[in-house]
T-cell receptor
Framework: ETGVTQTPRHLVMGMTNKKSLKCEQH?????MYWYKQSAKKPLELMFV???????ENNSVPSRFSPECPNSSHLFLHLHTLQPEDSALYLC???????????????FGPGTRLTVL | AQSVTQLDSHVSVSEGTPVLLRCNYS??????LFWYVQHPNKGLQLLLK??????LVKGINGFEAEFKKSETSFHLTKPSAHMSDAAEYFC?????????FGTGTSLTVIP
């Protein structure tokens, strides 16, 4: 479907669990993003990595911890989440300095997270 | 500062009739503009993108958008709606690594 894959596609976890979401992009991009999409709310940018350095952290609670070991992989580590963290978590990638200057994002299918 | 306003949260059209989804943007310089579509429980798919080469942009699935600088608009249109067009649509303005999403427009297509 796209060059961005996310695993798992669905995750149910208790508030005391620790889990990780994985994103992988096969497009040779140098920037990756985590978004949170909750029902009836705008898409929320959580983290941005450019050239494996975190360039943005939108006041996200510390129970969410991102990791970008290389330009193709992005993780979101989850620890002691709350029920209101239940949402669709979307990963995206882009090329921040393409020759055309057009730098659209390519999205993965998302992980549907339910916190009990 | 950059921002996007999608003027309608919900639009309903009959199958075979035209679609118009409205988007206004605010940008301090020449923006990159995009429309994305999201089907239920799926990620976002790029429909089309604006380059400075042409103000009328053609995308996938018969969608088009026209960049109007004087009106700061980038409305999405399609001449004839299909049932498969029912989805959520997002207008996006970008500057480098910063992407600003509209709140989305839910399109319903009535048979």
């Amino acid at each position: 479907e796209t060059g961005v894959t996310q695993t798992p596609r669905h995750l149910v976890m208790g508030m005391t669990n620790k889990k990780s979401l994985k994103c992988e992009q096969h497009l040779g991009h140098n920037a990756m993003y985590w978004y949170k999409q909750s029902a009836k709310k705008p898409l929320e940018l959580m983290f941005v990595y450019s050239l494996e350095e975190r360039v943005e952290n939108n006041s996200v609670p510390s129970r969410f911890s991102p990791e970008c070991p290389n330009s193709s992989h992005l993780f979101l580590h989850l620890h002691t989440l709350q029920p209101e963290d239940s949402a669709l978590y979307l990963c995206a990638s882009s090329q921040s300095s393409s020759p055309s200057g057009i730098n659209e994002q390519f999205f993965g299918p998302g992980t549907r997270l339910t916190v009990l | 500062a950059q921002s996007v306003t999608q003027l309608d949260s919900h639009v309903s059209v009959s199958e075979g009739t035209p679609v118009l989804l409205r988007c206004n943007y605010s940008s301090s310089y020449s923006p990159s503009l995009f429309w994305y579509v999201q089907h239920p429980n799926k990620g976002l798919q790029l429909l089309l993108k604006y380059t400075s080469a042409a103000t009328l942009v053609k995308g996938i699935n018969g969608f088009e958008a026209e960049f109007k600088k004087s009106e700061t608009s980038f409305h999405l249109t399609k001449p004839s709606a299909h049932m498969s067009d029912a989805a959520e649509y997002f207008c996006v303005v970008s500057n480098g690594n910063q992407f600003y999403f509209g709140t989305g427009t839910s399109l319903t297509v009535i048979p």
